[in-house]
């Protein structure tokens, strides 16, 4: 298996605008949501905040092709969308990489 068809991880640490209601931004991913789940290969994302008040968006998707086909067609659709205008643009860090290991919680395997 090379790394375009195996599960890819799509790592993204941000901050928000100075100002920003988080509870604006966390309505703001129902944009997002509707339409990752119409992207081929998405599996599962979680957004999380750390102490230091940045954030943490992590994707799962099938492989790194589909990981990188969302990721061409995010920008052209979302670009202007109100999750996107509340991120500071300046701080934002992403990345793609293949998952090489994975563990599953027992009650998961069943």
Request: glycine letters at 4%; aromatic letters at 10%; hydrophobic letters at 40%.
């Amino acid at each position: 298996m090379n790394n375009q068809t195996q599960e890819a991880v799509e790592l993204c640490m941000f901050k928000l605008n100075e100002g920003t209601d988080t509870s604006d931004f966390e309505a703001s991913n129902k944009e997002v949501d509707a339409w990752i789940n119409q992207q081929e290969g998405f599996k599962y994302r979680s957004l999380s905040q750390k102490e230091d008040g940045s954030w943490i968006d992590i994707v799962y998707w099938d492989s790194m092709v589909a990981a990188q086909k969302a990721g061409d067609s995010f920008m052209s659709v979302l670009g202007t969308s109100k999750f996107m205008a509340l991120i500071d643009q300046e701080s934002v860090c992403m990345n793609h990489s293949a998952v090489k290991y994975e563990a599953l919680a027992e009650y998961l395997k069943a």
